[in-house]
């Protein structure tokens, strides 16, 4: 049974481009969270979908947008890059009918912008 | 006060130590607790629930005070597999479920 994946695992951009993060989760989860993990400090949500739609927002401006497709997979949008985007960006998925906070996290993309 | 906050250590014990964190938190209408376990550059792992009643699961036992707003990880016979930072996770309510993570606490079993 294959856990919750992510790609790309690395990625490099420079300020002011675009990025697109994707994950699919675990076999029977459908609702899939994404946190920003800035180095020492813990993962910090950005928003959580459920049945495509973004059920929860945390405190991320607009340029963070997502998208959750029909097979649960989800992608994380950032838009206008910043230095400080640069953390690693967790995707994590919690099973059907569970609490949607017990969740399961991916290995995460490690995004560097300069 | 930040929402959640937590001593990031280091805790450094022998193995075969007890030893134990908290976790405390400013939102008293909180309504969901868990631990996650860390290791160095990579992704956190659900170690366990906090339950009301505090819970236990082999060596480790988790415990909720509502009343003073914190919960606790306790380890027993540690290891130095157990080595990794520890992770406590509120979720806050009033409709808006937001689960709000601590920095971690450091965990180091040495031999």
């Known amino acids: 049974d294959a856990g919750v994946t992510q790609s790309p695992t690395h990625l490099i951009k420079t300020r002011g481009q675009q990025v697109t993060l994707r994950c699919s989760p675990k076999s029977g989860h459908d609702t899939v969270s994404w946190y920003q993990q800035a180095l020492g400090q813990g993962p910090q949500f950005i928003f959580q979908?459920?049945?495509?739609?973004?059920?929860q927002r945390g405190n991320f401006p607009d340029r963070f947008s997502g998208h959750q497709f029909p097979n649960y997979s989800s992608e994380l949008n950032v838009n206008a890059l910043l230095l400080g985007d640069s953390a690693l960006y967790l995707c994590?998925?919690?099973?059907?009918?569970?609490?949607?906070?017990?969740?399961?996290f991916g290995p995460g993309t490690r995004l560097t912008v300069t | 006060r930040k929402e959640v906050e937590q001593d990031p250590g280091p805790f450094n014990v022998p193995e075969g130590a007890t030893v134990a964190f908290n976790c405390t938190y400013s939102?008293?209408?909180?309504?969901?607790f868990f631990w996650y376990r860390q290791d160095c550059r990579k992704e956190p792992k659900l170690l366990m629930s906090v339950y009301s009643s505090g819970n236990e699961d082999g060596r480790f036992t988790a415990q909720l005070n509502r009343a003073s707003q914190y919960i606790s990880l306790l380890i027993r016979d540690s290891k130095l597999s157990d080595s990794a930072t520890y992770l406590c996770?509120?979720?806050?309510?009033?409709?808006?479920?937001?689960?709000?993570f601590g920095r971690g606490t450091s965990l180091i079993v040495h031999p």
């Open positions: 979908y459920y049945e495509e739609e973004e059920r």
């Open positions: 996770v509120v979720s806050s309510s009033g409709g808006s479920y937001i689960p709000t």
């Open positions: 939102n008293s209408a909180s309504q969901s």
């Open positions: 994590a998925s919690s099973p059907r009918g569970g609490n949607p906070y017990e969740q399961y």
